[in-house]
């Protein structure tokens, strides 16, 4: 009897390890997937991108510009299916955008072996992307993309057949470098509206 209540104890105090992980993964059981654990973060604060060593479409160093709020994506070139959609989203955004702002794009690819500044340039062709508006560019070299997927929370796997599967948002991040909200991709205007909205109150 002693020992079947002492099994039933641990079981219990197993149980209730679990479950207490659980909540506190889950952020009290509200929060059940990676993508939206990171957008939790992101509404936090908690999220910073590192300044990326880049180079844009023309073979330039790239960088955010500084006072600048930036809606960020993260695209390869060869995509045929969510980074054109990402791309035709940005033109939209870059429609509504003004020279005054305050707001910037950029797309940067998670991709910058093959990605050179011949690919860049002609996904910015197939959108009709404004240079003023709208950086494209990739890492110098795959560590340092890397390193800002990684503290992002961008998720970018292999596909097998040379792609990559990766998630699909807009990331609104300030002049700081914190990212302050991730939205779906067909939700620029609700994202432009918030790097708007931060701008403004810089």
């Not at 023309?58 to 299916?81: H, N, W």
């Not at 969510?82 to 707001?103: K, N, P």
């Not at 991709?111 to 950086?135: C, K, N, S, V």
């Not at 792609?163 to 699909?168: E, I, K, L």
Request: include cysteine.
């Amino acid at each position: 009897m002693n020992r079947l209540s002492a099994t039933l104890a641990a079981c219990a105090l197993s149980a209730g390890a679990f479950v207490a992980g659980v909540g506190w993964l889950t952020e009290g059981f509200e929060t059940w997937t990676f993508e939206a654990l990171r957008r939790s973060a992101a509404a936090r604060g908690e999220l910073r991108m590192p300044i990326p060593a880049l180079r844009d479409s023309a073979g330039r160093q790239a960088a955010m510009s500084p006072g600048k709020v930036y809606l960020v994506d993260f695209i390869y070139t060869r995509c045929e299916s969510v980074c054109q959609s990402l791309g035709a989203e940005f033109f939209q955004a870059q429609q509504a955008l003004r020279a005054d702002d305050g707001v910037r794009l950029m797309s940067i690819s998670i991709d910058p072996q093959r990605d050179g500044t011949a690919e860049l340039a002609g996904y910015g062709r197939l959108h009709r992307a404004d240079p003023a508006l709208w950086t494209l560019a990739a890492p110098l070299s795959p560590a340092i993309g890397a390193e800002s997927l990684k503290a992002l929370g961008v998720v970018a796997v292999p596909d097998g057949l040379g792609g990559w599967v990766h998630n699909g948002a807009i990331h609104v991040i300030g002049a700081d470098g914190r990212v302050r909200r991730v939205f779906d991709y067909a939700d620029w205007a609700a994202a432009l509206a918030e790097a708007r909205r931060m701008a403004a109150s810089s």
